[in-house]
């Protein structure tokens, strides 16, 4: 057995040391990012909030396993919950997040009591139905959600009282690359812990897992909490930034995006949810400037490339190359 634990140590160290110089790596594309593409800082500060959005949704789909078309909800419910505070009681921005974090759990948690009760076709349009909900609230609600017209008066104080929000958007990137950065060292926390390794077990078997004593439906409502108090977090981020939160936020077309975004970087790892919206929103970007009517078909494209010959995602593409150089003479 000592044999064994020897041979495999070095393994275990080269692969934390290759994930630590990816994370470096990440960090360091994000702050090159704002040097290289400084006209661009709205845009880029909009992919890093997506990049919650879709992490918070990879920890329900891909690794509990939680199967939903909802997740607007729980981001919206952190933009209106932002917004309102902002507007009604404290526009410190830090405060504002923790307020959004608290409305996305609760709301998560609320609906997750019945949805996860569910199970396949019926757990997806019961989460559809839970965002379309809000959204009718909020679209009724005119008084308070100022309706299809949005949130607006949103107006953020500076940043621990030094960083004001400016028109460029400088504070606003390194604000938002700050909080996802922060969101990003703790779900690596969270998935390899005891409490991320049940939700994986869960996903590949509950069964096996009641078995031997994992209050299941317990910890899939544990689950879908954390991810919606990360996705309240996004949806805050956006508030707080663009200063105008729509009902577009709770939309189905959010929830469906994020979705693909997700598929295309790569389930149950959080490296894909990076890669796949940055892969998905820099299409968009640059699709919809050429024709504004027709992108979606690129984004059709790449998916059925990746359900037929990337099944593992984008994230999954140098294993496959490695695999194809093996096989060739």
């Known amino acids: 057995m000592d044999t064994a634990i020897r041979q495999n140590r070095p393994r275990h160290g080269l692969l934390t040391f290759r994930r630590l110089y990816l994370d470096l790596a990440l960090i360091g594309a994000g702050i090159a990012a704002f040097f290289l593409f400084p006209d661009s800082l709205g845009f880029l500060t909009r992919v890093l909030i997506m990049i919650i959005m879709v992490l918070s949704l990879d920890l329900v789909l891909g690794y509990a396993g939680i199967a939903t078309l909802g997740h607007a909800a729980l981001f919206g419910s952190g933009a209106y919950a932002a917004g309102l505070f902002a507007v009604n ?34 757990l997806l349009m019961l989460s559809i139905a839970v965002a379309q909900i809000l959204q009718e609230i909020a679209s009724k609600e005119r008084a308070i ?10 107006s953020m104080e500076p940043i621990f ?64 909490t954390l991810a919606g108090g990360v996705a309240g977090i996004g949806g805050a ?24 975004m997700l598929i295309l970087g790569g389930l149950g790892r959080l490296y ?46 140098p294993a496959r190359a490695r695999k194809l150089m093996r096989w060739s003479p």
Do not use: C
């Open 145 to 154: 959600t100022g309706g299809s017209d949005g949130l607006l008066g949103i």
């Open 272 to 317: 894909g949810a990076i890669f796949g919206t940055v892969i998905f929103m820099t299409i968009h970007h640059l699709a919809a400037s050429v024709d504004p009517f027709n992108w979606l078909f690129v984004i059709g494209a790449l998916v059925l490339i990746v359900v037929y010959f990337l099944p593992e995602g984008f994230i999954g593409l």
């Open 237 to 260: 981020l956006s508030a707080q930034v663009t200063e105008l939160v729509s009902l577009d936020a709770l939309g189905f077309s959010l929830s469906a995006e994020a979705l693909i």
């Open 161 to 224: 009282g030094i960083y004001a929000f400016d028109f460029v958007g400088q504070t606003g990137y390194w604000y938002a690359l700050t909080v996802l950065t922060a969101v990003f060292v703790l779900l690596k926390i969270i998935v390899a812990s005891p409490f991320g390794l049940a939700a994986r077990g869960i996903h590949e078997s509950a069964e096996r897992m009641r078995a031997i004593g994992t209050p299941v439906y317990w910890r899939l409502v544990a689950i879908y």
């Open 89 to 122: 009681f404290s526009a410190d921005p830090l405060l504002g997040l923790a307020v959004g974090a608290v409305a996305g759990a609760v709301i998560a948690f609320v609906s997750g009591l019945i949805l996860l009760r569910a199970q396949s076709l019926t």
